[in-house]
């Protein structure tokens, strides 16, 4: 089993990434766009993704907002790109799934998420991120 070298305390808090707010927009012409708001201590990352609307598509466009705006708060540190995400029920509720796949150098990891859908699909797929 590899060794995991213990990271300070201090350096998770910083790391630490809070969600603030999504924002699905309509338009006839541009179709939805969604944008997503993360903080991270004292400054606020945004991430947009626009595209056709239906219910799935807004789900995506939610899940791609997020990464972006965690893109933007970890710099070029790794990729992140969207695997995957799906609405699924279980246990008489409705969650979001998704799949992530980080990229560090010539590693990779696929990484997953879910959320009960509470507030709204968008959130719960930016939760879930």
């Given amino acids: 089993m590899p060794v995991v070298p ?4 201090e ?4 790391r630490r990434l809070y969600f603030e707010d999504v924002e699905v927009r309509r338009s006839r012409t541009r179709g939805v766009a969604c944008r997503v708001t993360l ?3 004292d400054e606020t990352f945004v991430g947009e993704a626009e595209g056709m609307e239906n219910e799935r ?3 995506e466009l939610a899940c791609r907002a997020a990464l972006h ?3 933007l708060s970890e710099g070029s540190v790794r990729s992140l790109g969207l695997e995957g995400c799906k609405m699924l029920e279980a ?5 979001v799934f998704v799949g992530v796949t980080a990229r ?3 590693e990779s990891q696929l990484m997953t998420g879910s959320a009960e859908v509470k507030e709204s699909p ?5 939760l879930a991120i």
């Fill in 11 to 14: 350096e998770i808090r910083k």
């Fill in 39 to 41: 903080k991270k201590g």
């Fill in 122 to 126: 968008e959130q719960s797929a930016v």
């Fill in 91 to 95: 246990f008489e509720k409705e969650f």
């Fill in 104 to 106: 560090q150098g010539r």
């Fill in 57 to 59: 598509q807004r789900v």
């Fill in 6 to 9: 213990a990271i300070p305390v």
């Fill in 69 to 71: 705006a965690i893109t």
